[in-house]
């Protein structure tokens, strides 16, 4: 019995197919299968953040779910977002806030910020805290990352202390 399992899916727009293993994570598929290093792998246990992705527009930990569940799914994961001008938005605006010190947790919080602006657009400070209450930082206390992103919404409101 082969331990491998073919898929097909969409990646960032693009299809793919991929022979994985079936305890592959889809986080380990994303970066060792497919090269693309931009999801970060933080704890493993879906309680960091740093491994968001979005598949068929609902964001999650990618280290919870199997690669084999990537099969018929459209993934998009922090490379995916590099034309978008929302994403970009928020990336500028992390630097200018000084929301990113050592960076680790910047493509999960940038992915989750553009899935909570995607749906909620007018997101003010507390939404914005909300939003993001599933991805950690360990070095910036999150003010400045609530500001960036508030900076980008509609409300263009700046972030509430954390
Ligand atoms: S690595 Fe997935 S939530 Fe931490
Ligand atoms: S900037 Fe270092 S973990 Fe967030």
Known sequence: MSLKHD???????????????VDMSALDMLRDVAGLTGTKYGCGEGECGACTILVDGLSLNSCLMFAVDCHGRDVVTIEGLAADAKADALRAAFVEHGAVQCGYCTPGMVMQASHLLATHPDADAEAIKRGIEGNLCRCTGYTKIVEAIASVSRTGKPGARS
């Open 7 to 21: 898929i097909e899916f969409k990646l960032n727009g693009v299809s793919r197919c991929a022979s994985v293993r």
